[in-house]
């Protein structure tokens, strides 16, 4: 038997894997693009924020139901669920006449999202030789280019040119080529890993596994969610008692069930793995927190065009993945630790820089380069943080702790890109203007990576073997 990627007995799953990544890039990256212009159609800019931590919340609880039914049934059941439910809120998002149904179709997409990676990283484990690995998180990860060079470009066009509705509904028809290879070629893949199989040291089957039980962990997955979504009503609503109600009900209901799907003490940043689970939370609050804002303020403030504000989106991605490379590279000489810190320091500086680039009369391509460096500094901090957690969690417990840190990503994602949304809406509320708006949700992104610039030095430092750099791979 072939040991490559493309031997002939899984060229099928590669296929399939790779082109399902491709869409949901393509959606993530073609929605943030053209959602300035879905706002200036439907209106409710108060809930423009909610487009994105909506699809996060969602997500949230789709991975941790994948996990589950991975677990319990093998892995084409929760694929194929997952991209049902993706299909269902492409739909609901082209049709919606309002924001609050667009909101909707995003939380359901977001639902069935969650079961690709969870999928993916599974059947990596289980259908690809251990040497193999590897380079197949390396396709995966550059799975993301092409959407990144064509996405936001595409998206702008069809939003200028077309309508926004064409970049939800044109999707169906990718979502069925893209679901066809993949369910196909699952069916061939097994159920669970053999009995006789070895440890698996990256913790890619049980990557999703459960201290207390899938059914707690999904319980809990949700009153996170439920929490998360109070809070960021809380933020938005006019009523300063409704306001208050709804954060102390969401506080309450949130942080309790938060702490039993993380490590011990993560709330508190205790140094170590409970730390490196936090920080990723604050990295993905101020790069997102911030990048869901980049093309509404280019089109509202700037006044150019969809097109032209997907140009910084583009740069961006393809800066993260040159980042990501960078930091495979330096982890013998610098360690996670550091690359870390360095990330965060860039991801800081260019939210300042764009944020300074955005509101001012700095040409549209000098937007692109700012953003463009917080995106190198996602490249350096992403994956060492995944190589930090991989090395500090305890062998019997790495699912938990890789589990943990998704949830830590995923939370951190939705909270900032609602909370900047919640930001701009108070202040549209208040008389303000637009460019004041947006650049408060900017200046809140700077607070976040100045705070978790901070929290990297709680972080161990040290080096990390090859098998785990490996292993690291996005």
Same mark, same amino acid.
């Given at each position: 038997?072939?040991?490559?990627?493309?031997?002939?007995?899984?060229?099928?799953?590669? =296929?399939?894997?790779?082109?399902?990544?491709?869409?949901?890039?393509?959606?993530?990256?073609?929605?943030?693009?053209?959602? @300035?212009?879905?706002?200036?159609?439907?209106?409710?800019?108060?809930?423009?924020?909610?487009?994105?931590?909506?699809?996060?919340?969602?997500?949230?609880?789709?991975?941790?139901?994948?996990?589950?039914?991975?677990?319990?049934?093998?892995?084409?059941?929760?694929?194929?669920?997952?991209?049902?439910?993706?299909?269902?809120?492409?739909?609901?998002?082209?049709?919606?006449?309002?924001?609050?149904?667009?909101?909707?179709?995003?939380?359901?997409?977001?639902?069935?999202?969650?079961?690709?990676?969870?999928?993916?990283?599974?059947?990596?484990?289980?259908?690809?030789?251990? /040497?193999? %690995?590897?380079?197949?998180?390396?396709?995966?990860?550059?799975?993301?280019?092409? @959407?990144?060079?064509?996405?936001?470009?595409?998206?702008?066009?069809?939003?200028?040119?077309?309508?926004?509705?064409?970049?939800?509904?044109?999707?169906?028809?990718?979502?069925?080529?893209?679901?066809?290879?993949?369910?196909?070629?699952?069916?061939?893949?097994?159920? %669970?890993?053999?009995?006789?199989?070895?440890?698996? @040291?990256?913790?890619?089957?049980?990557?999703?596994?459960?201290?207390?039980?899938?059914?707690?962990?999904?319980?809990?997955?949700?009153?996170?969610?439920?929490?998360?979504?109070?809070?960021?009503?809380?933020?938005? #609503?006019?009523?300063?008692?409704?306001?208050?109600?709804?954060?102390?009900?969401?506080?309450?209901?949130?942080?309790?069930?938060?702490?039993?799907?993380?490590?011990?003490?993560?709330?508190?940043?205790?140094?170590?793995? @409970?730390?490196?689970?936090?920080?990723?939370?604050?990295?993905?609050?101020?790069?997102?927190? &911030?990048? /869901?804002?980049?093309?509404?303020?280019?089109?509202?403030? %700037?006044?150019?065009?969809? #097109?032209?504000?997907?140009?910084?989106?583009? =740069?961006?991605?393809?800066?993260?993945? /040159?980042?990501?490379?960078?930091?495979?590279?330096?982890?013998?000489?610098?360690?996670?630790?550091?690359?870390?810190?360095?990330?965060?320091?860039?991801?800081?500086?260019?939210?300042?820089?764009?944020?300074?680039?955005?509101?001012?009369?700095?040409?549209?391509?000098?937007?692109?380069?700012?953003?463009?460096?917080?995106?190198?500094?996602?490249?350096? &901090?992403?994956?060492?943080?995944?190589?930090? =957690?991989?090395?500090?969690?305890?062998?019997?417990? =790495?699912?938990?702790?890789?589990?943990?840190?998704?949830?830590?990503?995923?939370?951190?994602?939705?909270?900032?890109?609602?909370?900047?949304?919640?930001?701009?809406?108070?202040?549209?509320?208040?008389?303000?203007?637009?460019? #004041?708006?947006?650049?408060?949700?900017?200046?809140?992104?700077?607070?976040?990576?100045?705070?978790?610039?901070?929290?990297? %030095?709680?972080?161990?430092?040290?080096?990390?073997?090859?098998?785990?750099?490996?292993?690291?791979?996005?």
């Amino acid at each position: 038997m072939q040991e490559g990627v493309w031997a002939a007995d899984r060229r099928a799953l590669t =296929v399939g894997l790779v082109a399902t990544i491709t869409l949901v890039a393509f959606e993530a990256l073609a929605v943030g693009t053209v959602m @300035p212009l879905v706002a200036r159609e439907l209106g409710g800019l108060e809930l423009y924020g909610w487009a994105f931590s909506g699809f996060f919340l969602g997500n949230l609880v789709g991975i941790v139901a994948a996990g589950g039914a991975i677990d319990r049934g093998g892995l084409r059941p929760p694929l194929a669920a997952g991209l049902a439910l993706f299909g269902v809120g492409l739909l609901i998002g082209g049709l919606a006449p309002s924001m609050p149904v667009l909101v909707l179709g995003r939380i359901v997409q977001g639902a069935g999202a969650g079961a690709v990676p969870a999928v993916a990283y599974v059947a990596i484990r289980r259908a690809y030789p251990e /040497a193999t %690995r590897p380079k197949m998180f390396a396709i995966l990860s550059t799975a993301w280019v092409v @959407p990144g060079l064509l996405g936001p470009a595409v998206a702008g066009w069809i939003g200028d040119h077309l309508t926004w509705r064409v970049v939800f509904l044109g999707l169906l028809p990718l979502l069925v080529a893209a679901a066809t290879p993949a369910l196909i070629a699952l069916g061939r893949v097994p159920a %669970r890993p053999p009995a006789a199989a070895p440890p698996d @040291p990256a913790g890619l089957d049980s990557a999703l596994a459960t201290r207390h039980g899938d059914r707690a962990r999904l319980v809990r997955a949700i009153l996170v969610a439920c929490g998360a979504g109070l809070l960021l009503a809380a933020s938005t #609503t006019s009523s300063v008692v409704i306001g208050g109600a709804f954060a102390v009900a969401g506080l309450v209901i949130g942080v309790p069930a938060l702490a039993g799907l993380l490590p011990a003490g993560a709330l508190r940043a205790a140094p170590g793995l @409970p730390a490196s689970v936090l920080t990723r939370g604050f990295l993905t609050f101020a790069y997102f927190g &911030a990048q /869901a804002y980049v093309p509404l303020a280019l089109i509202e403030v %700037r006044g150019t065009s969809a #097109t032209e504000a997907g140009l910084a989106l583009t =740069v961006s991605t393809l800066s993260w993945t /040159a980042g990501s490379w960078t930091q495979a590279h330096r982890q013998a000489a610098w360690g996670p630790a550091r690359l870390v810190t360095s990330g965060f320091a860039l991801v800081l500086i260019g939210v300042i820089a764009t944020a300074l680039a955005v509101l001012s009369s700095v040409p549209i391509v000098g937007v692109a380069v700012t953003w463009g460096i917080a995106g190198f500094g996602m490249g350096l &901090a992403y994956a060492s943080l995944s190589l930090l =957690v991989l090395a500090q969690a305890d062998s019997r417990e =790495v699912g938990f702790a890789t589990s943990a840190l998704q949830l830590s990503d995923v939370l951190g994602t939705s909270i900032g890109t609602g909370a900047g949304g919640a930001v701009i809406a108070v202040a549209a509320a208040t008389g303000a203007s637009a460019a #004041t708006g947006i650049g408060l949700a900017f200046g809140l992104a700077v607070l976040v990576a100045a705070s978790g610039l901070l929290l990297s %030095r709680r972080l161990e430092r040290g080096r990390v073997s090859t098998a785990q750099t490996a292993a690291a791979v996005p």
